[in-house]
């Protein structure tokens, strides 16, 4: 609902203000507009409050909008004098809002109705309630021997749309190009096993699965205060180290010793699948290489702190460090598949494993994801065998709802290390979600945690996705060091060199660099 209030009343309260301006002279009308100027407005504060997003991307879309607010009134009322020339710049500027920015507003926010869905698993034993993309409900595989244009009467009866679902270069290595995506009409969103099961029964759909929304996890913005305890000295001159408590609990001073006589192999590539990535922040782009350019910025924030985890530019005087000192062994990239609001579809992450797997990455690291059902994953394990077979590793957090991993995707996807996040005395930090009856497992430091944020600014944030990006750049070490690192291999190093933790059956083990990259240079 308010996803459609924030655009309407954003263009009345400007309709409303450049009328009270038009009128300042003729009290009645005058008291009519400000009247209607402030109704508007108040609706438009109310629905920007209410919007879902991260706080500093909200208060930067409010900033957008209250300038235009000031801006336009101002420059109709140089016109006041000129009826004309008023009401006719009055409705080029109404237009050029419609037609160039109102669009805009109504994605403002991506919350449009949510359609949600029950789907039984019996793994769990529960029933997983899902959110659902409103504009491509659910995902359906063509059979190889058919075209999407055999189910022609099926669409045509329910007012379905099918379009494209997935895109890779190597279509020959997987039959995800067979998938569609469904766009559902109103009257059918809340039935949608009555869609499924027509498809079903055409014979010609091999399966049908529910487009699930993602979103990054509610990541708390820790107050700036004093870091738990001092760290070692590390021979660099990053002056946001005395802020990394996790590096003493990794023993990082150990890892650096090792690296001096370590020569990579390659250089690493580790990708952000995000919000994007502020490419441009000092501590960031010695270590960056752009996939593409849309991908480059980040307006919510949370991918770039991630990037900064993973692998910020060592000993350069600025910010912070990451595992590779010497900043030879790794580089980031990022791919944008989550809004500046943090949202996303389990097919824009698909398409971002399989673009990060088409352009050579070496570990994707994904800090995102939302309740879901294991057994419905057919179209995740699809994608995270194309990027394995590309020589990718995925790194996935576990989540920050205080429940089993095993009900969160994408971290209940075979073939993925998820990892759930530690606090400052080793104990499971009180949201991370548990993992022991996860295949593939580990623990990383996830309160508390300084690093960079958009503008070359830094930021300290709680969460399994602060977590995530530490194992992913310590997996990156190791793919620079031994190419062709699998994921087994990898979940095998970091679980054999891990330290246990307070609460070690549910966290899985605490990644130790240093004694997993012996074990790899041992080799």
């Known amino acids: 609902m308010f996803a459609q209030l924030y655009p309407l009343s954003f263009i009345v309260s400007l309709a409303a203000l450049t009328g009270w301006f038009y009128f300042r002279d003729n009290s009645l009308r005058s008291s009519f507009f400000s009247k209607l100027f402030l109704g508007g407005l108040t609706v438009f504060v109310l629905s920007w409050f209410l919007g879902n997003g991260a706080l500093d991307y909200k208060l930067g879309v409010l900033a957008r909008e209250l300038l235009i607010l000031a801006i336009v009134p101002v420059l109709l009322s140089i ?3 000129m009826k004309a020339a008023y009401f006719i710049l009055l409705l080029l500027a109404m237009a050029a809002l419609k037609y160039f920015y109102f669009d805009h507003l109504k994605a403002t926010f991506q919350q449009k109705e949510k359609i949600s869905a029950v789907i039984e698993d019996s793994s769990i034993s529960s029933n997983t309630l899902v959110e659902l993309d409103p504009e491509a409900e659910l995902l359906i595989e063509i059979k190889e021997t058919h075209r999407i244009g055999d189910i022609q009467d099926i669409l045509k009866k329910y007012g379905l749309e099918a379009t494209s679902a997935f895109q890779m270069k190597d279509t020959e290595a997987t039959d995800l190009d067979d998938y569609f995506a469904v766009n559902v009409p109103p009257q059918f969103e809340h039935d949608l096993g009555k869609v499924k099961k027509a498809l079903e029964e055409t014979g010609i759909v091999e399966w049908t699965e529910e487009n699930e929304r993602i979103t990054i996890g509610p990541e708390e913005i820790v107050p700036q205060q004093p870091m738990p305890r001092l760290n070692q000295k590390y021979g660099l001159n990053d002056p946001g180290l005395v802020n990394l408590w996790g590096f003493e609990a990794m023993n990082v001073s150990n890892l650096y010793e090792v690296l001096k006589t370590a020569k990579p192999q390659k250089e690493a590539l580790i990708a952000i699948l995000d919000t994007g990535v502020d490419a441009g922040h000092e501590d960031l782009s010695g270590n960056f290489t752009s996939t593409q350019s849309k991908y480059d910025t980040d307006k919510a924030g949370h991918g770039t702190h991630c990037a900064g985890i993973a692998a910020a530019v060592s000993n350069n005087g600025k910010g912070v460090a990451s595992f590779s000192q010497t900043n030879d062994f790794v580089q980031i990239t990022s791919i944008k598949v989550l809004s500046d609001g943090g949202f ?11 673009e ?6 070496d570990v994707i690291s994904l800090s995102l994801g939302g309740p879901s059902s294991q ?12 990027a394995n077979d590309k020589g990718a590793i995925l790194v996935v957090a576990a989540g920050n709802s205080n429940r089993n991993a095993k009900e969160f995707t994408p971290a209940n996807v075979p073939g993925v290390i998820a990892v759930s996040a530690v606090d400052t005395l080793l104990h499971r930090a009180s949201f991370s979600n548990y993992v022991q009856d996860m295949g593939m497992a580990v623990a990383a430091p996830g309160v508390k945690i300084y690093s960079t944020f958009p503008n070359s600014q830094y930021q300290a944030l709680n969460g399994t996705s602060m977590a995530t990006p530490y194992v992913a750049g310590l997996v990156g070490l190791l793919k620079s060091l031994k190419p062709d690192l699998s994921t087994k291999e990898a979940y095998r190093i970091l679980n054999e060199t891990g330290l246990e933790t307070k609460s070690k059956s549910e966290t899985g083990k605490l990644i130790q660099p240093a004694e997993a990259v012996k074990r790899v240079l041992k080799k």
């Open 79 to 81: 016109f006041r004098k």
């Open 344 to 354: 996303g579809t389990q097919q824009m992450i698909i398409n971002g494993i399989l």
């Open 356 to 361: 990060a797997a088409d352009r050579g990455a």
């Open 375 to 386: 057994s419905r994953q057919r179209t995740y394990e699809k994608a995270v065998k194309y």
